[in-house]
């Protein structure tokens, strides 16, 4: 009999445990979502410095509550419009860009952005948000080669991965002179 007490008794303080830790994870959950949704307003594209954390997940997956990260935005480093880009805009560089663009190892940015760069439309429902249309000339027009270069670099926290370590530097700058074809 004592036994089946204490035995009841353990079982009762786990399921108190459990409770306790779900009720708290929602909490953490809120509490992240809050924080990474990035509220600071966005001047011509530009914003603060890098966030170190990426995830390179782009589509809604189901099960459990998702986090909303449509309304996060590029967080660049000051001074990334002014970073030069140095790797001309060789017929080789863009055509290594264009093989990086396409490559799923690599960049990847076909899956988002589509073979032409006005998106891919079997993937759009399965997104968080409509990816940039890269064959936009006033759009584009009025981005660096430094800020198309941060934003292949660092993505966007629950959007776009960062590629710095799926790329060179050299060969991230090679999407960026390709991607600059595709709006011309």
């Not at 353990?10 to 830790?21: D, E, I, R, T």
């Not at 914003?47 to 809604?60: G, L, M």
Request: net charge positive; hydrophobic share 30%; glycine share 6%.
């Amino acid at each position: 009999m004592r036994k089946s007490v204490s035995l009841s008794l353990f079982a009762f303080l786990l399921l108190v445990l459990v409770s306790f830790l779900v009720v708290n994870s929602f909490d953490v959950t809120t509490a992240s979502s809050v924080q990474n949704a990035n509220s600071s307003a966005q001047n011509q594209n530009r914003s603060a410095p890098t966030n170190k954390n990426q995830n390179d997940s782009r589509s809604i997956s189901g099960g459990g509550e998702q986090k909303d990260f449509s309304h996060n935005t590029w967080e660049l480093p000051e001074n990334a419009d002014k970073t030069k880009n140095p790797v001309t805009a060789s017929a080789e560089s863009i055509e290594k860009g264009k093989a990086l663009y396409l490559d799923p190892t690599k960049g990847n940015c076909i899956f988002c952005h589509g073979e032409t760069g006005t998106g891919n439309e079997a993937n759009m429902p399965r997104l968080r948000r409509k990816p940039a249309d890269l064959t936009n000339k006033e759009r584009m027009s009025a981005q660096t080669d430094g800020e198309l270069f941060w934003k292949i670099t660092k993505g966007i926290t629950g959007i776009m991965p960062g590629r710095e370590k799926k790329m060179t530097e050299e060969e991230r700058w090679d999407v960026v002179n390709y991607i600059r074809t595709l709006s011309k």
